[in-house]
């Protein structure tokens, strides 16, 4: 079963169809190699009895032959600040240690009404606020990719690694990610898998647990940028109950064979911002790399500026710390989250029950945000944020009168060491890592990264591509393109 768990999705639902392998067989080979892989710590939990029930009523319907779609009998795993019925979602944080939602996230309905079956949740930096995945009360996840022992392993990125290590080991064929400033990106990169955030409003956030709500973007990450699209065609589409989702109907995405594409007369933009001084050697020789291969077929490659990039990285910080400020004011100890043992007084339940629920991450980010929102701050922080905010916008805007696609890094280094990486604040943490992934978020546009090569000491480089809103066709279209030409060397130097 190790072959069929490392093929892609199109091979699997024809053996499935074929009646080759059975969706309960596949389930238990799952489950059997996520317990075998425990160590790098994917999984907040595994949802094993679901996932046989799910897996037998994908049997009936392959019996039939009718089964609900391509990802049908399927495992597949959603991170853990996804709702998802009756089984726990904690946000890898104290405050929701106790939480068992009542109702399905869309996203994850809708996989569920596709036949897909649910693994188990996913490890996050708590309620997502990180780029590192290690902060979460379940312990950090650990990158496949050089690990040693568990002294000496890379981060996984964030903050949802626990989904990229799970695609990356072969333990599911997809999963869910969220992407705020790069989360689902990120992770896509140091693990070696591709990992897409759509346009805003192309994909439902009804039920995931809010971050920063006019960023938030529920991500997708696979091993290959068609499994992507089988994801992609599955969740995206308007919702009602998600009046930022994009009215306008979804089309399902349709990509040639990789052998009759053509990049011939594309026009790829080269952000001069992006190289910044703390990009790697080896991270900008695979972005020319790209560069130059994509001008050798055909491509029309010229450097072009995004002005404002180099305040994107403040404007959002503030953005989210501000937004998280109102989204966590929920979590009272008393309607919602962790209730502290405490009967002094209201405010007293309130801060105590806040101090021990929440993280020192999560409690700096509310506390600065609420700085930012006093009414003497609000014009000097918030209101200018939003302002230049609109700038980053416009420079996109602006840029595809003369290109229709961005070439950048996806991160500036490979995956950083844990021991280094832990020694940093969460605030330089993620000035850093998120420094290519952000801006996008900024602006609500697509972006995708995919692997390119290992560097020198074994970890994965990756790429990301930008296009306009709701260019995803051809986005995923000149990413498979890449994809094919480079042939990342996908489950070599596991352990």
Same mark, same amino acid.
Request: charged letters at 20%; proline letters at 4%; a neutral charge.
């Given at each position: 079963?190790?072959?069929?768990?490392?093929?892609?999705?199109?091979?699997?639902?024809?053996?499935?169809?074929?009646?080759?392998?059975?969706?309960?067989?596949?389930?238990?080979?799952?489950?059997?190699?996520?317990?075998?892989?425990?160590?790098?710590?994917?999984?907040?939990?595994?949802?094993?009895?679901?996932?046989?029930?799910?897996?037998?009523?994908?049997?009936?319907?392959?019996?039939?032959?009718?089964?609900?779609?391509?990802?049908?009998? !399927?495992?597949? &795993?959603?991170? @853990?600040?996804?709702?998802?019925?009756? %089984?726990?979602?904690?946000?890898? /944080? #104290?405050?929701?240690?106790?939480?068992?939602?009542?109702?399905?996230?869309?996203?994850?309905?809708?996989?569920?009404?596709?036949?897909?079956?649910?693994?188990?949740?996913?490890?996050?930096?708590?309620?997502?606020?990180?780029?590192?995945?290690?902060?979460?009360?379940?312990?950090?996840?650990?990158?496949?990719?050089?690990?040693?022992?568990?002294?000496?392993?890379?981060?996984?990125?964030?903050?949802?690694?626990?989904?990229?290590?799970?695609?990356?080991?072969?333990?599911?064929?997809?999963?869910?990610?969220?992407?705020?400033?790069?989360?689902?990106?990120?992770?896509?990169?140091?693990?070696?898998?591709?990992?897409?955030?759509?346009?805003?409003?192309?994909?439902?956030?009804?039920?995931?647990?809010?971050?920063?709500?006019?960023?938030?973007?529920?991500?997708? !990450?696979?091993? &290959?940028?068609? @499994?992507?699209?089988?994801?992609?065609? %599955?969740?995206?589409?308007?919702? /009602? #109950?998600?009046?930022?989702?994009?009215?306008?109907?979804?089309?399902?995405?349709?990509?040639?064979?990789?052998?009759?594409?053509?990049?011939?007369?594309?026009?790829?933009?080269?952000?001069?911002?992006?190289?910044?001084?703390?990009?790697?050697?080896?991270?900008?020789?695979?972005?020319?790399?790209?560069?130059?291969?994509?001008?050798?077929?055909?491509?029309?490659?010229?450097?072009?500026?995004?002005?404002?990039?180099?305040?994107?990285?403040?404007?959002?910080?503030?953005?989210?710390?501000?937004?998280?400020?109102?989204?966590?004011?929920?979590?009272?100890?008393?309607?919602?989250?962790?209730?502290?043992?405490?009967?002094?007084?209201?405010?007293?339940?309130?801060?105590?029950?806040?101090?021990?629920?929440?993280?020192?991450?999560?409690?700096?980010?509310?506390?600065?945000?609420?700085?930012?929102?006093?009414?003497?701050?609000?014009?000097?922080?918030?209101?200018?944020?939003?302002?230049?905010?609109?700038?980053?916008?416009?420079?996109?805007?602006?840029?595809?009168?003369?290109?229709?696609?961005?070439?950048?890094?996806?991160?500036?280094?490979?995956?950083?060491?844990?021991?280094?990486?832990?020694?940093?604040?969460?605030?330089?943490?993620?000035?850093?890592?998120?420094?290519?992934?952000?801006?996008?978020?900024?602006?609500?546009?697509?972006?995708?990264?995919?692997?390119?090569?290992?560097?020198?000491?074994?970890?994965?480089?990756?790429?990301?591509?930008?296009?306009?809103?709701?260019?995803?066709?051809?986005?995923?279209?000149?990413?498979?393109?890449?994809?094919?030409?480079?042939?990342?060397?996908?489950?070599?130097?596991?352990?």
């Amino acid at each position: 079963m190790d072959k069929v768990l490392n093929t892609n999705i199109k091979n699997v639902f024809r053996l499935l169809s074929e009646n080759a392998i059975t969706p309960p067989i596949l389930t238990e080979a799952a489950l059997n190699r996520a317990k075998q892989l425990a160590k790098y710590n994917a999984f907040i939990a595994l949802t094993e009895s679901l996932a046989k029930n799910q897996s037998k009523q994908s049997q009936e319907r392959y019996n039939t032959k009718k089964p609900a779609s391509e990802i049908d009998g !399927l495992p597949i &795993t959603i991170k @853990d600040n996804f709702c998802t019925k009756e %089984v726990a979602t904690t946000c890898a /944080s #104290k405050m929701l240690e106790n939480f068992n939602p009542t109702y399905n996230a869309t996203v994850v309905e809708r996989l569920e009404n596709a036949g897909a079956i649910l693994l188990g949740k996913s490890n996050l930096d708590q309620f997502a606020m990180g780029s590192g995945t290690v902060d979460s009360i379940y312990g950090p996840s650990k990158n496949i990719w050089n690990y040693q022992d568990d002294e000496n392993f890379h981060i996984a990125g964030g903050s949802s690694g626990g989904s990229a290590i799970a695609v990356a080991t072969g333990i599911c064929y997809g999963a869910l990610g969220s992407d705020t400033g790069g989360s689902t990106r990120n992770p896509a990169s140091y693990c070696g898998v591709v990992g897409l955030k759509p346009t805003y409003g192309l994909v439902s956030r009804w039920g995931l647990i809010p971050l920063v709500n006019s960023m938030d973007v529920p991500g997708i !990450l696979t091993r &290959t940028v068609d @499994d992507c699209v089988s994801m992609l065609n %599955v969740v995206a589409g308007f919702d /009602s #109950k998600d009046s930022t989702t994009l009215e306008k109907p979804y089309r399902k995405i349709r990509l040639p064979n990789a052998n009759k594409m053509s990049v011939k007369a594309l026009k790829v933009g080269i952000p001069k911002e992006y190289f910044n001084e703390h990009l790697t050697s080896e991270v900008y020789d695979v972005w020319n790399e790209v560069a130059n291969l994509l001008e050798n077929d055909g491509a029309i490659v010229k450097q072009v500026s995004l002005p404002n990039t180099e305040h994107s990285i403040v404007c959002y910080s503030i953005l989210n710390q501000c937004e998280v400020a109102s989204n966590m004011a929920r979590y009272d100890g008393i309607e919602f989250g962790y209730r502290a043992d405490e009967n002094e007084s209201t405010e007293k339940l309130y801060a105590t029950s806040r101090s021990m629920g929440f993280n020192e991450v999560v409690r700096n980010r509310i506390l600065t945000g609420n700085y930012f929102l006093l009414i003497r701050n609000y014009e000097k922080y918030f209101n200018k944020a939003l302002k230049i905010r609109r700038l980053i916008a416009d420079d996109f805007h602006k840029v595809w009168e003369d290109v229709q696609v961005l070439l950048t890094p996806t991160t500036l280094t490979t995956a950083p060491v844990y021991k280094d990486f832990v020694q940093k604040t969460n605030r330089d943490q993620c000035a850093l890592q998120d420094y290519c992934t952000q801006p996008a978020n900024m602006a609500g546009i697509p972006a995708v990264s995919i692997p390119i090569k290992l560097s020198q000491n074994g970890l994965p480089i990756s790429i990301q591509l930008m296009g306009r809103n709701l260019s995803e066709p051809m986005l995923l279209a000149v990413a498979k393109y890449i994809e094919n030409i480079v042939q990342f060397p996908h489950f070599v130097n596991r352990k």
